[in-house]
């Protein structure tokens, strides 16, 4: 049975960082592509970043040049930087494979202050 496990979440003021990770059991990450997601209060979840098999990352304008998506294959675990942190980033972290999701994790709770 697959299972992702978010963590790394917290209160943050804006300018500051936080590391997020997704550490999988059930499933090889490093044999699929990633994603993460985000869902604010009160909107859809959302997607923001994409890691393929080959390494290769693309994100969305939104957190463009500020969140950077990485994997670990050894720790079968993938991680997201984020830098420079806006009040707007305040959302529930997810990951999860792309295109056919597994099932959902509890995520992780992100808030920035201003």
């Known amino acids: 049975q697959v299972q992702l496990v978010e963590s790394g979440g917290g209160l943050v003021q804006a300018g500051g960082s936080l590391r997020l990770s997704c550490r999988a059991s059930?499933?090889?990450?490093?044999?699929?592509?990633l994603a993460w997601y985000r869902q604010a209060p009160g909107k859809q979840r959302e997607y923001i970043a994409l890691i393929t098999r080959d390494g290769n990352t693309s994100a969305v304008d939104s957190v463009k040049g500020r969140f950077t998506i990485s994997r670990d294959s050894a720790e079968n675990t993938v991680y997201l930087q984020m830098n420079d942190l806006k009040p707007e980033d305040t959302a529930v972290y997810y990951c999860?494979?792309?295109?056919?999701?597994?099932?959902w994790g509890q995520g992780t709770q992100v808030t920035v202050s201003s």
């Open positions: 999860n494979t792309i295109p056919r999701p597994n099932p």
């Open positions: 059930g499933i090889s990450l490093s044999g699929n592509y």
